[in-house]
């Protein structure tokens, strides 16, 4: 009998995030230290592979389901680094919440690595599901946002494992190398509608349109550094999930039909983020639809790899999507963290444990919050849950930041601005330049397109860091979680001044 070999050194990033879930679970009150501490030694085994020679594991044939090249390993650290972010920002909690965010990044880290349909989906998932429980918190708000995101992703998964079947039915493996090769003779309208179920539920990952209007309910009610969390690392598995089936499974033998399903997604995205973030008046909403629209472009050079002119240049519009995806989640991370940290205290400690801070740390009463009509919120230091308001507040509560917390407020600037494409923080510059530059010389359609979306971020993008740099009002929250904000800021400002950092390693190749 021929037994499987199995290479552990290309495993050893999902053993260590697997086995910090299992510690977690049973630390106590050393959960946290324990969690971040085992990830960040995934992280430190992820950049220490990306730096060797490529490895592959559970070998089909010629075939592998899981490989550790230097794309997928930079993606695990990604993963595991903005997990450690996320429980630096997340105060004081049980050890279940521990143990979850380990296990969301132990699939993340699989996912990074995944190369057939089934590994793919399957860590997709095990990155998804903890986020059901983590989303959820006390009051009728929090019930709402977890019953929310649970019904979403129970139908997108079931749609992506519909065109999963799809494929597989026409090709005869779930292999990604394999439907390359054996697409070509399937039927084509079994494999187009394979494709399209398959990137409409890996689409939902990704909060891209038209599976997008959870995003801004779940992040607003969400507690923010599960937001955090949401914004970053999440998108970034359903990124990822859609550059891999495209590129690695579809791009070469798919026809049209993939990169049709793809601009559609592309277009709508762009189109429905802008125009939702412009009618926003709160903070975490803003950067929800905001969000969408960043989808959008990150799913614009995938758009081309399956058409006649994009297909020979299909690793370089690849390469770009992925850029365009690390960038993002990086400034997303970066503005969500310094937000948490100048939030209530109640907004990331359980109830008994805030500081005697904590009325200053809240929204004024009375203060008009541009919710539904305008409605004014009376709050209440003790209660985060106001019905219809989440954590992150109104833009107008931002007034000020710059003044009485500078830490925060200077990386939450930095990102605002990067995600608007603006220098100094020239990461969203380069993000962007990218992306047009592969579609300059084969949709230029859709190029255009894009530019205009930036263009019209800058609308809100603008006035919301003006709030926060020119505006005048009662000074918010004093600013917590320095030394994590400054790590966070020393690292969007080291992709600015040295882009090339992210370009080398979001390089993806077969």
């Not at 085994?45 to 990306?50: D, G, K």
Request: hydrophobic share 60%.
């Amino acid at each position: 009998m021929q037994v499987q070999l199995i290479d552990h050194a290309a495993l050893l990033p999902l053993y260590l995030a697997a086995g910090t879930a299992v510690l977690a679970l049973f630390a106590g009150r050393f959960a946290k230290a324990c969690m971040m501490i085992g990830l960040g030694a995934a992280a430190v085994a992820a950049v220490s592979l990306a730096a060797g020679p490529d490895r592959a594991t559970f070998a089909v044939e010629a075939w592998h389901s899981y490989v550790a090249d230097e794309a997928a390993m930079g993606a695990s650290a990604l993963f595991a680094a903005l997990s450690v972010l996320v429980a630096a920002v997340s105060g004081r909690q049980s050890g279940e919440y521990w143990f979850l965010l380990a296990v969301s990044a132990a699939g993340g880290i699989t996912l990074a690595g995944s190369r057939d349909l089934i590994t793919l989906i399957v860590a997709l998932e095990t990155l998804t599901v903890p986020l059901y429980v983590l989303v959820t918190k006390p009051g009728r708000d929090g019930a709402e946002a977890g019953v929310t995101f649970l019904i979403a992703s129970i139908a997108a998964s079931a749609t992506a494992l519909m065109g999963a079947a799809f494929l597989y039915a026409a090709a005869g493996t779930v292999h990604f190398d394999g439907l390359a090769a054996r697409l070509a003779g399937a039927d084509p309208g079994l494999v187009a509608a394979g494709a399209a179920l398959l990137l409409g539920g890996l689409a939902f990952k990704l909060a891209a349109a038209p599976l997008h209007a959870w995003v801004p309910l779940v992040l607003e009610r969400a507690p923010l550094p599960v937001a955090t969390y949401l914004a970053s690392a999440s998108k970034l598995g359903g990124a990822i999930a859609i550059i891999w089936v495209v590129y690695f499974g579809l791009e070469a033998r798919a026809g049209t039909s993939t990169g049709l399903v793809v601009a559609a997604l592309s277009v709508a995205s762009i189109a429905i983020g802008n125009l939702g973030a412009l009618a926003q008046r709160r903070t975490v909403p803003l950067l929800a639809w905001s969000g969408i629209a960043h989808a959008g472009y990150v799913l614009a050079p995938l758009a081309v790899v399956a058409t006649a002119a994009g297909r020979e240049d299909a690793g370089t519009a690849a390469s770009a999507a992925f850029a365009y995806a690390v960038f993002f989640v990086l400034l997303e991370a970066g503005a969500f963290a310094a937000l948490t940290a100048v939030r209530a205290a109640h907004s990331t400690e359980p109830a008994g444990q805030q500081d005697d801070d904590a009325d200053r740390r809240t929204p004024r009463a009375g203060l008009r919050t541009g919710g539904p009509k305008g409605s004014d919120v009376q709050a209440d230091a003790g209660h985060a849950g106001v019905r219809g308001v989440g954590e992150g507040g109104s833009i107008a509560e931002l007034a000020g930041l710059w003044r009485s917390a500078p830490v925060p407020a200077s990386l939450f600037l930095f990102a605002v601005i990067g995600l608007a494409g603006l220098p100094p923080a020239l990461a969203g510059t380069f993000a962007k330049v990218a992306v047009l530059e592969v579609l300059a010389s084969s949709a230029v359609w859709l190029a255009v397109i894009v530019a205009a979306g930036a263009v019209l971020g800058l609308a809100y993008y603008l006035p919301l860091a003006g709030t926060v740099l020119l505006g005048r009002g009662a000074a918010p929250a004093k600013g917590r979680f320095t030394t994590a904000l400054i790590l966070v800021g020393l690292a969007l400002l080291a992709v600015t001044l040295a882009p090339q950092l992210v370009l080398d390693f979001t390089t993806v190749s077969r």
